[in-house]
């Protein structure tokens, strides 16, 4: 049984929810979300979003509390925004933008520039003697994390001196080097 997908979501102020034809819309004062579905009913009532489930074979439970959370983030996300920060770690690692474009100096013999989508807002920090930090902005949860992946991706952190590029407040696992 899924405890996530008996869960109502809230319907904050200033959002409205469609339900028609298999899509869901989601508008609110970030943006407009869509979303498709299939084999779960989902309905709108008293200020709540409703995921009902009419068997209890496998793929419905698996796909109730899957689009619980996916109208949880939606809702969330029009509403108040979703961000991610990454943090450069590393000697001569620095980052900036112009516009949607992210220009990303890592240690290779070029700069690596990423054309951000419009939807995605960049904000580079640079203060000195500090780590450089992206800031990703957006409305669209899953839209957010691909691009910040796609960034780590770059230089993923590595275990014995822990440079490259990590998200922040994340914990690594590191290794003790060699020893003499």
């Known amino acids: 049984m899924s405890r996530i997908g008996n869960n109502p979501v809230a319907i904050p102020e200033g959002v409205t929810v469609d339900v028609k034809d298999s899509v869901v819309t ?102 000195k003697g500090k780590n450089p930090i992206v800031k990703l902005t957006s409305h669209d949860k899953q839209l957010v994390g691909q691009v910040a992946a796609k960034i780590r991706g770059f230089r993923k952190p590595e275990p014995y001196k822990g440079k490259g590029i990590k998200f922040v407040g994340e914990e690594l696992r590191r290794k003790a080097g060699k020893s003499a």
Do not use: C
């Not at 009902?52 to 108040?80: C, F, P, W």
């Not at 990454?86 to 620095?94: A, F, M, S």
């Open 26 to 127: 989601v508008k609110g004062k970030l943006g407009e979300l869509t979303q498709p579905y299939d084999t779960v009913e989902i309905k709108v009532e008293d200020g709540n979003v409703l995921v009902t489930r009419s068997a209890d074979n496998k793929e419905q439970k698996a796909k109730h509390g899957l689009y619980r959370s996916l109208m949880h983030n939606m809702i969330e996300g029009v509403s108040k925004g979703w961000t991610k920060e990454l943090e450069l770690v590393g000697v001569g690692y620095r980052a900036s933008n112009q516009g949607q474009k992210l220009d990303l100096a890592l240690g290779f013999s070029h700069n690596i520039i990423l054309d951000v989508a419009p939807e995605v807002k960049i904000e580079t920090i640079s203060e």
